[in-house]
Structures are given as C-alpha cells and as structure tokens.
C-alpha cells in the first residue's frame, strides 16, 4: 500500500536525529508515494553506483562540513585511515550538495549501496534542503558521524594532522587527495558560494605536495625509460652500451 502523502515512514531509518524546531519540521515527508529523499555532501555527489529517479542541487542550513571522519576502507586502511567529510552542527554555516530522490521500491538497494544504514557511530539526521532554484524546501534525510560512539571521530586533530593524513592514504575508492580534489570540483560546479572555505583551504594546502610527487613520479619514468635506473637497489646507473 502507498504511504500516505501527508505521514512519514520511518521503517526505512529507524535512527534518527530530533534537532529541527517545529516551524522546521512543517515541510514535505521525505517519505513519499514515489520514494524518499537523501541528502549527500561528499564523494556520493559522484559515486552513485545505486538506483535513484532525480537529483537536485541545493543546500542545508545549521551545519557545517569538515573533514575529521576516519575512512579505513574507501580512502584509507585500517594502518592509515584516510579523512572524509562529515557535519558539524554551526548556526550560521551552510552546505551544499545534493538530493537524490529514489523510488520507493529502491530503497532497499541504495541504501545498501549508499552504506547509509544506521550503525554504531554513525546515523541519519532529518533537515530542511533548500533547492539550488530556489523552489519549496522539503524535508531530507542525511549521514553523520556520532563523535561518542565513532572511534574513526578525529574531533580533536590539528589541520596539519589532518591534512599528513590526507596526503598518506588511499582506500579501494582512490586516494584521499583525489577525494579531496573531486568534491572541490563537484562544489565549484554549483557556483562560487556552495564552496566551502574549510575544503578550499585543504585544497591549497594538499596541491602542492600533489604537484611534488607527480613530478618525482614523471622524473623516476623518464628515468627509467632510459634504464638509468636499478630498481633493485634503487641507484641511479649510466648505460654505456651503445647497442
């Protein structure tokens, strides 16, 4: 049977996060007859490998982004766990990324996909969206880490140790810096305002010890193109023959 236009359902996320006023919470259920709404603000703006009808470019208010959640598998390992992006609660912050709207009978499968069931350290938060064309708000679903029961929660690093984490991880969905990279490229394609200054500021800091590498890693295959080079004992050689 359809679920009712006006109720909401919460068998799909049974964790949920009671921090909207009531003038906040008179919007659309995100549970409709056609599905529900989710609302991502990292790498699922572009790895979307689960079912969904539409997306839609907007923002939420009362959060903010920062980049202090561990990742010991998409951009990290459990030796060297990467850092992704989570919300942080801030009154006058906002932030921006999208909405997938999926059917009904999706749900099941992408929320599999997505990795968004409620589990220990992380859970689901009710907030109001607000479309990028400036149409009625309505009521989505989105991620978070739960800093009391995350021990992958590093609340309490510095920036610098932030971004060494950054630029020494990689997990099974690429490197930590490329993620970084990506969703500064995915934010700049809403418009100058949905770029966040915390993510701007990882972005400066990580490219130039980016560029470095990708410089000694052309040298060391220019190098070895010539068999100038003993990987074994990793001695640069000079090849006299002629041939």
Request: proline share 6%; charged share 30%; glycine share 6%.
């Amino acid at each position: 049977m359809d679920a009712d236009e006006d109720d909401f359902d919460d068998r799909f996320f049974p964790i949920l996060y009671e921090g909207l006023s009531p003038e906040q919470m008179k919007v659309k259920p995100a549970v409709s007859k056609i599905g529900f709404r989710i609302f991502v603000y990292g790498d699922l703006i572009w790895r979307h490998n689960f079912p969904f009808h539409s997306t839609v470019r907007g923002y939420i208010k009362g959060q903010e982004r920062i980049f202090i959640q561990g990742s010991m598998d998409c951009y990290g390992t459990k030796e060297k766990p990467g850092r992704v992006a989570t919300l942080y609660p801030e009154d006058e912050k906002i932030v921006w990324g999208i909405t997938y709207l999926v059917n009904e009978e999706d749900v099941d499968e992408t929320k599999f996909r997505m990795d968004v069931e409620p589990k220990p350290g992380h859970c689901l938060m009710k907030v109001m969206f607000y479309p990028a064309d400036k149409s009625e708000p309505y009521e989505v679903f989105t991620p978070l880490s739960v800093p009391s029961e995350n021990p992958c929660y590093y609340g309490k690093e510095s920036f610098e140790e932030t971004v060494e984490a950054i630029l020494r991880s990689s997990g099974m969905c690429g490197s930590n810096v490329d993620y970084i990279f990506r969703l500064a490229q995915h934010l700049r394609e809403m418009g100058s305002q949905a770029m966040d200054p915390k993510l701007a500021q990882l972005e400066e800091r990580v490219t130039p010890s980016l560029a470095h590498k990708l410089i000694k890693h052309r040298t060391l295959l220019w190098i070895k193109s010539f068999n100038m080079i003993d990987w074994g004992h990793f001695q640069l050689k000079v090849i006299h023959e002629l041939g």
